[in-house]
């Protein structure tokens, strides 16, 4: 478990880059689950959705991996994963796009991959434009991947 301290000092990190981000007027619920108990959480650092209605981000963040983590590591994560936010509507879009065009299961499979492949690409760019020299630390042991949820909407 992430001790009490830690988990403050994320939230702070959190609540930090969301105001770096222009995200005050968004409402942020974030949570530390266990990947076991998560499967979303399983092999991912964390779980990012939006609910733009709502104006709420919903952030879980996978305890065991963020245990292991540098200040410098838990930061990048919370850029990361709100830099999401602003793809979302673009994601919501793509993803009825899809549902709606007359594609086969992979076709969709194969294009929801390159979507994510290019939004993790903007991202990782605005990240080393947002914190320099996050490029060059070190990835961190236990997180393995990264995963948004992609084509469910957040409740």
């Not at 990190?13 to 770096?20: C, D, H, K, L, N």
């Not at 409402?27 to 959480?41: H, V």
């Not at 060059?136 to 957040?154: F, I, L, T, V």
């Amino acid at each position: 478990m992430i001790s009490a301290k830690k988990k403050r000092k994320l939230r702070g990190t959190i609540e930090s880059v969301r105001r770096q981000l222009g995200l005050e007027d968004y409402r942020l619920i974030a949570r530390f689950n266990i990947a076991s108990a998560d499967k979303d959480l399983k092999d991912n650092y964390a779980v990012v959705s939006v609910n733009d209605d709502r104006k709420t981000i919903y952030l879980k963040l996978n305890e065991t991996n963020c245990r292991s983590m540098s200040p410098g590591w838990l930061r990048r994560l919370a850029l990361h994963e709100l830099l999401h936010s602003f793809f979302w509507e673009l994601d919501s879009l793509f993803e009825e796009v899809l549902e709606k065009g007359e594609f086969s299961e992979y076709r969709k499979r194969v294009y929801r991959n390159k979507f994510m492949e290019i939004e993790h690409r903007k991202i990782y760019r605005l990240i080393r434009m947002l914190s320099p020299g996050s490029h060059k630390m070190e990835k961190p042991k236990r997180a393995r991947n990264h995963r948004s949820n992609r084509g469910k909407r957040a409740a």
